[in-house]
């Protein structure tokens, strides 16, 4: 991979880990600053603003990512305007969907609370194409500090009313407030992008937006549907626990954004390649970011499993029984997510088998998640969540490989993805008996991350050393 890639990867991954990190703290935060009823009816809001952001934006980023670099650059400014219509339109009708939602069950206890997260949502919708018009344009740098200021302004935006007020209809009044500073930002992308005189309305732009992203829009719900469900299976069955699960039913924000900005930063490339069907370009290109991030994903995501009970012992004021135990299951769905897959299938303008694989996702998730909250309660709904994602990842590689012409042996970097998982779960062992060697939460956490990082460095080098001897052999 060449320096740019690398820097381009980068930066697309540290706004996106600004993001996602953003909801893992907003969520530790505002748990000390609520009350426990406050949290758990801000936590069901929450999970509703989230699902309705990403079903209304209608997945339109991944379309800017590939409309965009197909254009003169002369029409860039009228597409984007083009793409905001659109998505002010699909905002009102999501915001109209939350207000009917609160009409049938009162899920946010009032009329002000319903209209301040249909709001917020309406004005965040639009913006959500922001990065992905840098990143189409190759400014990699400038998507990642447009992300990092957004995840400043939104722990700004509820942090505040949190900590003065400390109730649910505050906070989702700063999320309101957010979302027009979004919507501004945009706006400002917008005109700057706008080169030359204006041009025409582009023809067509809504329908071939509509027809490309429809597969894509549909397995995006379901994806963001497949988030959310287990919650709601919690909400409906342990319904005390909510507040609780919401906190532990989180990735880690590294294991969110590297798979994101290992594919984005390869899209362009996958896309050129596939329209000249160099498909052995292609599947290199696609490996080599993929081997790139397996060794980093994989320690990343056995670590955190390995910590998380001395985690939620010192940030949570009150740890739920077996929080600790999902957070460290959810961490562990990790390991295969070292790279983006959708993206080879959006390359190759497949859109069909991403909805067909998010569906299988989604479904398991329901059936496995009532499962298991019947068997095991929260810990068992977790359980339940990673094996529908255990399903869903071989069902996707199965049509990636199809794309490249090739097995599944061959259309994923097995060898590099098992080493380091067995780096990982030797360091993984090593910690947990070093951890018993102290007392007390803080003790365990530093001992057992010194531990699981000395040997799986030790790991790693011995095996290199080894591959580099057989080489020269």
């Known amino acids: 991979m060449t320096n740019a890639l690398h820097r381009g990867i980068s930066w697309l991954a540290f706004g ?59 029409k860039y400014g009228m597409f984007l305007v083009q793409t905001r219509r659109f998505l002010v339109t699909a905002g009102f009708g999501v915001g109209a969907i939350v207000l009917g939602a609160q009409r049938a069950t009162d899920f946010v206890g009032g009329w002000t609370q319903a209209w301040l997260l249909a709001t917020a949502i309406l004005l965040e919708i639009p913006a959500v194409v922001g990065a992905s018009v840098f990143v189409a344009r190759g400014q990699h740098r400038a998507a990642g500090l447009w992300d990092a200021a957004s995840a400043m302004t939104f722990l700004f935006a509820v942090f505040t009313p949190a900590f003065l007020v400390g109730s649910t209809t505050s906070v989702l009044w700063g999320l309101a407030g957010y979302g027009a500073a979004r919507f501004v930002g945009f706006a400002v992308v917008v005109q700057r992008v706008k080169t030359g005189s204006p041009t025409e309305r582009i023809d067509n732009l809504l329908r071939r937006q509509i027809v490309f992203c429809a597969p894509l829009g549909i397995s ?42 290992g594919g984005a930063a390869v899209a362009a490339g996958l896309v050129r390649h596939l329209d000249r069907g160099e498909h052995g370009s292609a599947l290199e ?33 009150a740890p739920e029984r077996g929080a600790a135990m999902s957070f460290g299951v959810f961490s562990l769905i990790g390991v295969h997510r070292v790279t983006e897959y959708g993206v080879v299938l959006r390359a190759a303008n497949r859109n069909v088998h991403i909805v067909e694989s998010a569906a299988v996702v989604l479904i398991g998730c329901i059936v496995f998640g009532f499962v298991g909250a019947r068997l095991g309660g929260i810990v068992g709904v977790s359980v339940g969540t990673a094996l529908a994602f255990g399903v869903g990842w071989l069902a996707i590689l199965r049509r990636v490989a199809a794309v490249f012409g090739v097995g599944i042996r061959a259309v994923f970097p097995w060898a590099m993805w098992f080493r380091a998982l067995n780096a990982a779960l030797t360091a993984f062992v090593g910690g947990l008996v070093a ?39």
């Open 285 to 317: 290109l696609w490996r080599g970011q993929a081997a790139t991030l397996c060794l980093p994903v994989v320690l990343i995501s056995v670590g955190t499993a390995l910590l998380a009970p001395e985690l939620f012992a010192l940030l949570l004021p």
């Open 435 to 473: 951890g018993e060697l102290v007392e007390g939460d803080l003790a365990r956490l530093v001992v057992k991350l010194f531990a699981f990082a000395v040997i799986a460095r030790m790991f790693m080098n011995t095996k290199v050393t080894r591959s580099s001897r057989l080489v020269a052999a």
């Open 16 to 74: 996106q880990g600004a993001v996602r990190g953003t909801q893992m703290i907003a969520a530790l935060v505002l748990v000390h600053l609520m009350p426990a009823h406050g949290w758990n009816t801000l936590a069901l809001a929450l999970s509703v603003y989230l699902v309705g952001v990403t079903i209304g934006s209608l997945n339109l980023e991944h379309s800017v990512l590939t409309f965009l670099p197909l254009f003169e650059e002369s």
């Open 220 to 261: 995006l719900a379901l994806g963001t549907l497949t988030r959310a469900v287990d919650k709601w299976i919690v909400a409906w069955n342990v319904p005390d626990a909510i507040g609780a699960y919401a906190i532990a039913a989180q990735e880690v924000p590294l294991l969110a954004v590297l798979p994101y900005a």
